[in-house]
């Protein structure tokens, strides 16, 4: 899967937190995953948040290689989006989410062979009652399995053997990057793979997303919170606002006003 280009046949992406992100809207982003034939060697989709970001920088500089690896990276905050702004980029909002959604509903046919790494025997039965959805293979990993070489070899090897057009990896950042680069690094699978996090949880209602209106002026996080403070708390109280001093540091770097 080759990455889109501007109408002057420059790459349509900006670099930004020292990741390239492509600058698709959602419509972009389903037209070019849906249009990749079914038998095309293995590519990936990631969606960095700020908890991505600021694991990445702070934390986890092995994980680079997983996020770059991605033949698509779509900005999935509102909030990094504004601090591209303030940067001078333009950097279009595609929540992993409604990306998800999107393809479901609307490009993915009944007949499409599907795999779903993690999740539960719930949502792959909710997806083939609600979507029509015929052909789904499913693989639950045990919990903290990215700390095990050998688990995370056979999560690889359920996406390879699969044979899926489409791979939804729904075991979390960044267990699901890991083993996404794994699997393209094979060189024997085949489909696109989407690192989509809960998504599949929203879609099939097990969970649900803020209103619109919190969603446009960037406050889902908070909604998030509210719903599950004893879970969320350190991501969002503590951790998350780590993203302005990368941030400010990242542009004095490169010189930006």
Request: hydrophobic residues 45%.
């Amino acid at each position: 899967m080759t990455r889109a280009s501007e109408g002057n046949g420059e790459p349509a992406g900006a670099e930004f937190l020292d990741l390239r992100f492509d600058r698709l809207d959602e419509a972009q982003a389903v037209a070019i995953i849906a249009a990749r034939p079914a038998g095309a060697p293995f590519a990936y989709v990631v969606t960095p948040n700020v908890d991505h970001l600021v694991r990445l920088h702070r934390r986890r500089s092995d994980l680079w290689p997983a996020y770059r690896g991605a033949s698509l990276t779509l900005c999935d905050s509102r909030v990094l989006a504004a601090l591209a702004r303030w940067a001078g980029l333009c950097l279009p909002v595609v929540p992993g989410s409604d990306l998800t959604r999107q393809l479901v509903r609307h490009a993915i046919a009944p007949g499409d062979r599907i795999a779903i790494l993690g999740g539960g025997a719930s949502i792959v039965e909710a997806l083939r009652a609600a979507y029509g959805l015929a052909d789904i293979v499913h693989y639950d990993p045990p919990m903290g399995f990215v700390r095990d070489p050998a688990e995370v070899a056979r999560a690889a090897e359920f996406l390879i053997g699969a044979r899926a057009r489409y791979s939804f990896l729904a075991v979390g950042s960044p267990q699901q990057e890991i083993v996404a680069r794994q699997v393209e690094l094979s060189g024997r699978a085949v489909g696109i793979g989407l690192c989509i996090g809960a998504s599949l949880d929203f879609l099939v209602g097990r969970q649900t997303r803020a209103p619109r209106l919190m969603q446009a002026v960037g406050l889902e996080w908070l909604f998030r919170l509210l719903s599950s403070p004893r879970r969320l708390w350190r991501r969002y109280l503590v951790d998350g606002p780590a993203i302005f001093g990368l941030f400010t540091a990242w542009r004095r770097v490169r010189s930006l006003p």
